[in-house]
């Protein structure tokens, strides 16, 4: 009878079992995902950046202190834009601050956190299996038996069991949020691509600015001693009888006034150095062994121009919004799925048993199968305002993304314009400084001969002044719109190894060398030395 009845039990488990594996087949096979599939935003239908059939074969011209630049429509930027500078400085620079700079390293682990975040998602389509175990000693009381006189001895209980719950993702709320979660990693890999854009550009912007301000500052020297030489000889003409002391002064005047242009360029410089070094990851005290000039930089002839349809696809802010877009349109599925019925199974086997010897005995097994269906029904219009709340998102999303995209266009448009105009003024620029030195020359010559009196010469050396100043700001424009462009176009990141893995490398790398600093010291390395 023993035997009959416990495969009289058996065979019932197993028809249960099978049964709810037939429900969770069947519901599996007929789950569905609700919600709008993310479809990308098609490009923008434009044929060019700036008004104008040429708008995207802008040839610049050339001039005495700058070559022209021409742009070539459709070729792909190279993954490091920076070596075109023709600076290796620059470019061991740029490699300093990709391993060292905070930014960037916040915003790698802000994409791990995401990547994680991802996973845990992931798991949430799998069963969850959990074991417990516990043991404890308890008095029980006949009151609670309906039987006060009864007196109970204190025994022993001790339980073990294995939970296994499935959340059955029938209308695809999980998906959804997995395809969300997955988004968002999207979403900070892209601002990471961003991070690095702009840390890149920023270096070369400020390299750049550096070399402007020593040949700012070395044209205001130049000038502090022509001057210098012509109070010498103002003073030894006064003495002579060939000036007054007015021209004396006038030149005093004249050199103090051009001394005083040295301090702000110098503070300028300075503070240049130290953005550099803070941007390299470094204190501002620790000081930075390369130094730039224009004249050690090269500016790019032949400069990459992207065709318009493939913009949105090249820039990681455009493509940063893109995601969130996806984000906000998994979350209406989410919301969607909300509403409707959600399906659970859960199971429960283990033993139980006054001994722990006893506790796998025959007679001990304990189990439950059984599975829960929610039908939300009256939650005060919670769910419905939920969804539409969603589908605000999602539109609000889609207008920060068309938004992106046109200052991303705007961007282009802008730099285009400016390497038009700045190759114009600087070849303007230098007839200015050419004619601002012959006429100091002649004026010069004029007044040794006593043709002229000392005012106009005053005046030549002050319009040359400004006009070589002037110059080296306009060759600086040249080059800082020019990184502007390759920042514009998206700075080439496809064409160069995932930039997540080359940190993650570094990281790792810098991790292993502290440990075995550590071990070199003889310092416990499980004290020291370990990764939290």
């Known amino acids: ?116 975040n991802a996973s845990v998602q992931q798991s949430s389509l799998l069963p969850a299996l959990d074991a417990t175990f516990s043991t404890k000693r308890q008095q029980i009381s006949g009151a609670q038996f309906g039987n006060p006189s009864f007196h109970a001895s204190p025994y022993n209980l001790s339980t073990a069991s294995v939970q296994v719950a499935y959340t059955l993702d029938v209308f695809g709320a999980i998906r959804r949020q997995i395809e969300e979660f997955e988004a968002q990693a999207e979403y900070q890999n892209f601002q990471l691509e961003g991070a690095f854009l702009t840390l890149a550009s920023n270096v070369v912007t400020t390299a750049i600015q550096e070399a402007s301000l020593r040949a700012q500052i070395t044209a205001t020297q130049e000038i502090i001693k022509s001057q210098t030489r012509e109070l010498e000889l103002v003073k030894q003409q006064f003495e002579l009888g060939g000036a007054s002391k007015v021209d004396v002064l006038l030149q005093q005047t004249t050199l103090e006034q051009t001394r005083t242009n040295l301090p702000p360029l110098e503070r300028q410089l300075a503070q240049n150095r130290h953005q550099l070094t803070v941007l390299t990851g470094e204190l501002p005290s620790n000081e930075l062994a390369a130094q730039f000039k224009l004249s050690d930089l090269h500016l790019p002839g032949k400069l990459p121009l992207s065709l318009p349809s493939k913009l949105v696809r090249q820039r990681p802010d455009v493509r940063a919004q893109e995601a969130l877009l996806h984000a906000a349109s998994a979350q209406i599925g989410v919301a969607t799925a909300n509403m409707l019925p959600d399906f659970t199974i859960n199971a429960n086997a283990g033993t139980i048993a006054t001994r722990l010897g006893d506790m796998f005995v025959p007679g001990s097994a304990i189990w439950s199968l059984g599975g829960n269906i929610l ?86 050396e002050r319009n040359y002044h400004q006009a070589r100043i002037t110059q080296i700001t306009a060759q600086t424009r040249r080059y800082t719109d020019t990184a502007a462009l390759f920042q514009a176009l998206g700075g080439g990141w496809w064409n160069r190894a995932d930039l997540s893995a080359t940190l993650l490398s570094e990281r790792q790398k810098k991790e292993n060398g502290d440990i075995d600093k550590c071990k070199i010291l003889g310092v416990i390395p499980i004290l020291f030395c370990h990764k939290p």
């Open 1 to 116: 009878m023993k035997k009959s009845a416990r495969r009289l039990l058996t065979d019932r488990l197993n028809l249960q079992t099978t049964t709810v594996a037939g429900v969770l087949m069947m519901l599996l096979s007929s789950g569905c995902t609700l919600g709008p599939d993310f479809t990308r935003p098609a490009s923008p239908d434009t044929q060019s950046y700036t008004p104008g059939k040429q708008s995207n074969r802008i040839t610049t011209t050339s001039s005495e202190s700058g070559a022209a630049q021409t742009l070539a429509l459709g070729k792909d930027i190279q993954g490091q834009w920076w070596t075109l500078f023709g600076s290796p400085p620059l470019t061991k620079l740029i490699g300093q601050a990709m391993k060292r700079n905070p930014d960037l390293q916040a915003a790698l682990s802000a994409l791990t956190q995401a990547q994680e």
């Open 375 to 460: 039908q939300p029904i009256f939650h005060g219009g919670g769910l419905i305002h939920q969804r539409r709340a969603a589908l605000a998102a999602y539109e609000q999303a889609a207008a920060q993304y068309r938004s992106t995209v046109l200052q991303a266009f705007k961007n282009v448009a802008d730099a285009l314009t400016a390497l038009e105009f700045d190759a114009a003024g600087l070849k303007t620029q230098d007839a200015a400084v050419k004619a601002a030195l012959d006429t100091l020359e002649l004026t010069q010559l004029q007044y040794q001969i006593g043709a002229v009196s000392y005012l106009p010469l005053l005046i030549s």
